[in-house]
């Protein structure tokens, strides 16, 4: 893991990066302390793929980050099951990107606002655009 992550990147956030959208330098400025879970590492490699790069391509694209793939393990699933409620519009990815930073005591880093509502003590979450 990168020596003293602070971060757990959202798909939406290294898209933002990759593609210099709005909010893509606060997370060029956290990079190198930062991991991204494996389910949203697959995310931004599909999103790749959607926006047309082949999948070796785009996975050698998420390679050249600074981030390091933390895996999807067992460890990851109760924070999903008893994390916000299956009613929160919030996808697999979003849920298993907030159980991740839960578990590993570091904040989710997201560009998608709808997260907020399911900040707190244990789940700190941060926004890369105002």
């Not at 929160?88 to 990815?93: M, N, T, Y």
């Not at 578990?103 to 997201?110: G, H, Q, R, S, V």
Request: proline residues 6%; aromatic residues 6%.
């Amino acid at each position: 893991m990168a020596s003293n992550p602070e971060y757990v990147l959202d798909a939406s956030a290294v898209i933002a990066a990759m593609f210099r959208e709005f909010g893509h330098e606060r997370v060029r400025s956290v990079q190198t302390r930062s991991v991204i879970g494996a389910v949203n590492a697959a995310e931004v490699i599909l999103k790749l793929v959607e926006f047309g790069a082949t999948w070796e391509e785009a996975k050698r694209q998420l390679e050249l980050l600074p981030i390091e793939v933390v895996p999807f393990d067992a460890a990851i699933l109760p924070g999903i099951l008893d994390g916000p409620p299956k009613k929160s519009g919030l996808s697999l990815a979003d849920r298993a990107c907030l159980a991740t930073a839960r578990n590993l005591k570091l904040t989710a880093l997201t560009g998608d606002r709808k997260w907020m509502p399911f900040a707190s003590d244990e789940i700190k979450i941060a926004l890369i655009r105002p």
